[in-house]
Nanobody, 123 residues
Framework: QVQLVESGGGLVQAGGSLRLSCAAS????????MAWFRQAPGEEREFVAV????????NYADSLKGRFTISRDNAKNTVYLQMNSLKPEDTAVYYC????????????????WGQGTQVTVSS
């Protein structure tokens, strides 16, 4: 089992930055792909970014490239999401996800999820 705990959410003004963290415990963290998703009220869960276990390659949602950066520190069992130039439409609950075999953008394929952290961007 893998346990994931997100932190770092909050209220920020448009144009500001936040860094989310996801601390993992349990099985071998470094072998898992780690992803971020987000879900706004009334919307489906949306892929944000993923970082793979091998080589640390990354993928991002096209609309977020250049503003968001995913990274991981295997020594700390933590994955990060740096969010810059935030916009009101980035307001959502952000979830961390992990999986030992899947590293794509489909939320239903990830086996492990955190509880989410709220990000609110004011205009």
């Amino acid at each position: 089992q893998v346990q994931l705990v997100e932190s770092g959410g909050g209220l920020v003004q448009a144009g500001g930055s936040l860094r989310l963290s996801c601390a993992a415990s349990g099985r071998i963290f470094s072998r898992y792909a780690m992803a971020w998703f987000r879900q706004a009220p009334g919307e489906e869960r949306e892929f944000v970014a993923v970082i793979r276990w091998s080589g640390g390659s990354t993928n991002y949602a096209d609309s977020l490239k250049g503003r968001f950066t995913i990274s991981r520190d295997n020594a700390k069992n933590t994955v990060y999401l740096q969010m810059n130039s935030l916009k009101p439409e980035d307001t959502a609950v952000y979830y961390c996800a992990a999986d030992p075999t899947y590293s794509g953008n489909r939320s239903r394929m990830y086996n492990y999820w955190g509880q989410g952290t709220q990000v609110t961007v004011s205009s």
